[in-house]
């Protein structure tokens, strides 16, 4: 018994370490400047995107569809040069990639049970929620949403950006735990205008809407706190497969409204 019971807590204390040196790996010393320089752009790049694009269509228009798909190879190209040899400071190279992703997948169905119960049964409303764009998806459009959207101009984009370079920025100028706190704040701003449309294309009355605005806003700062979570045990491809996951739900339990 004694044995077994040493060797569970020298394997937790094996696990322990690994989460905290991923999480901390190649820490470098940096001020704050690059952590909120990097976050004021990223919000006037997204609230802006959103602001020219106008409500989303169920075919996205020109800013939509070309906005972060056409960053994405820029931000991949800014990340290989800046972090050439330093994956791990984005979470990367940290553990078995089948099991991130595993993980990830699961813990985002988990995650997004709870918005789609509110989607069937909303408070204060006497009927499910519908949003407009969902009730006129194709079987086609829905696809190209799951498979490229989605995947490459949300959940990778977004994580690699959030949980990857402005993570490890935070890092550098404080600790882990203000980098938590912090990109999960600049990842609920960053959906400030985007929420506001999408409540805008929903039945959920005018009275209600400030509300929804800002619940909905709680729900993506409490999201950023599991994935950045889901980052530091199993690394960033955790945190993608989570985020594409949500995602994935919530549009299904909208999907024939």
């Excluded at 997948?105 to 995650?111: H, Q, T, Y």
Aim: proline share 5%; glycine share 10%.
């Amino acid at each position: 018994m004694v044995q077994k019971s040493s060797f569970g807590s020298n394997a937790a204390a094996r696990w322990v370490y690994a989460t905290l040196a991923c999480a901390d790996a190649v820490r470098r010393p940096g001020g704050w400047r690059p952590a909120l320089a990097l976050s004021a752009a990223v919000l006037v790049y997204a609230n802006g995107l959103a602001w020219l694009a106008g409500p989303r269509q169920v075919e996205p228009n020109f800013f939509t569809a070309t906005g972060n798909l056409l960053t994405v190879p820029l931000l991949l190209l800014g990340v290989s040069l800046a972090y050439r040899g330093r994956w791990r400071a984005l979470g990367l190279g940290c553990g078995r990639l089948r099991r991130a992703l595993g993980l990830g997948v699961a813990a985002g169905v988990l995650m997004a049970l709870p918005a789609a119960a509110v989607f069937a049964v909303p408070p204060l409303m006497g009927e499910p929620l519908r949003w407009q764009i969902a009730s006129e998806m194709s079987a086609r459009d829905v696809a190209v949403r799951l498979l490229l959207y989605l995947t490459v101009g949300t959940a990778l984009f977004e994580e690699l950006l959030f949980r990857g370079v402005l993570w490890d920025l935070f890092v550098r100028a404080r600790s882990t735990a203000v980098a938590w706190l912090a990109t999960s704040t600049v990842f609920a701003l960053w959906h400030v205008v985007l929420t506001t449309q999408s409540v805008a294309q929903t039945n959920v009355p005018a009275q209600l809407a400030p509300l929804a605005v800002v619940l909905g806003l709680l729900g993506v700062f409490g999201g950023g706190l599991i994935f950045g979570a889901l980052r530091l045990a199993a690394g960033l491809p955790a945190a993608v497969a989570a985020h594409w996951a949500v995602n994935a739900v919530m549009l299904a339990a909208l999907l024939g409204r």
